[in-house]
Each structure stands twice: as C-alpha cells, then as structure tokens.
C-alpha cells in the first residue's frame, strides 16, 4: 500500500525553525518527484516546493523561496522540509504530496497525499 | 503567481449537474494542458479528480469531468449526490515552471 506519512509540526516562535519530515512506503520512492502543499487554517492550498527524484532540482514558490529548503534522503525513503525564519502566515497544515507521473514534474498532478503535519508559529 | 480563480461557491441539488470554472491566464490554464482538480472532504487529504484537462485516475467515477476553453477550466459534476459535498480546487502548471492552485469552490448539495 502506498502511504506518505508526515511528522515534525509544532509551535514554533516567529523566527524560529522547525524540519517537517515525510515518510513514505509503497512505491520506487527515488523515480518520482515530490511536492509539499500547505493549507493555512480555512484557507486554500497553496503549493510550496518540488524536488526531483534524484534531489538535484528544486523549486520554490515565491512566499517561501530563500527561508524554506526541500531535501530528501533516498536511502531512507524520507522526503525533508527545513523551514527557517518562520512567520505568522506560515501558519498551516503541511502535506507532501507524490507527482503522478516521472514525466510531470511540477504539473501540479499529486496522486498520493499523506494526511499532513500542522506547524502553528505563534509567540 | 497568482492563484487561479474560482467561484467561492455553487451548489446544486441531488440528480442535478453542476459545473465549476477555473480562470487564469495564458501563462498557466490557457497556455498548457496541465489542469487538475481536487476533491477536499471536511478534515481529509485532497484527493485527484481530473489531470491533464480531461482525464481521470483509476477509481474516479465518471461522473466527474473536465474541460477547458480558452483560459478557463471547468469540472463538470453530474448525478449530484450527498457524498460530493466538498471543496474542489483546481491547480494548473505555469509559464514559471511551477504549479498553482485555485482559491477553491465549496460545493453544496441541496
């Protein structure tokens, strides 16, 4: 069964840091890209970075480009989110999400959601 | 980017056929055919509806369909039943080699 599992949300003060980690079983964890997709509280989903199945290409959307670094750790099937410089309005529920296809990177096509980590930065 | 435009809401009642666009511009929805959409129950993960514009994943119900014209896309939901009550957000890819989500439509069965 494929399954992403989320963890590592939290309170958090403004400024501070917090790594968001997702686990993931089920499929050739290497051969696809992966997303992290946040939903603020009663708000929409807003995608927030991508990274290639090898690791070697990122991307960022603007709000978080330069505070927020995606990683993943092929040999453990773990996909990373370090998340530096917190604000207010990072506030949300974060989910990774799986690309559907090798060949539709940052299509914004995510067959396979994990349930989310919430991350509250709050003082 | 900016996000692409939904209606906040619709809502329609059961048996009946609803239909909810998605606008953006010539650099995401008009430009490729990379649209998608979302069902969201209340406290659940999304789940994929419709990619690439018209297709659906193994386990959609056909009941569920996408179009698009133009810079618009449009999830057409017919046999409206209770368990559809939902958001439903489209996403498309962009000229800036990433991806956007609509705003989001909640949708309510009558």
Known sequence: ?123 | QSALTQPASVSGSPGQSITISCTGTSSDVGGYNYVSWYQQHPGKAPKLLIYDVINRPSGVSNRFSGSKSGNTASLTISGLQAEDEADYYCNSYTSNSTPVFGGGTKLTVL
Request: aromatic residues 10%; charged residues 15%.
């Open chain 1, 1 to 123: 069964e494929v399954q992403l599992l989320e963890s590592g949300g939290g309170l958090v003060q403004p400024g501070g840091s917090l790594r968001l980690s997702c686990a993931v079983s089920g499929f050739t964890f290497s051969s696809y890209a992966m997303n992290w997709v946040r939903q603020a509280p009663g708000k929409g989903l807003e995608w927030v970075s991508d990274i290639s199945g090898s690791g070697g290409s990122t991307y960022y959307a603007d709000s978080v480009k330069g505070r927020f670094t995606i990683s993943r750790d092929n040999s453990k099937n773990t996909l990373y989110l370090q998340m530096n410089s917190l604000r207010a309005e990072d506030t949300a529920l974060y989910y990774c999400a799986k690309v559907r296809s090798i060949l539709e990177r940052l299509s914004g096509v995510f067959d396979i959601w994990g349930q989310g980590t919430m991350v509250t930065v709050s003082s």
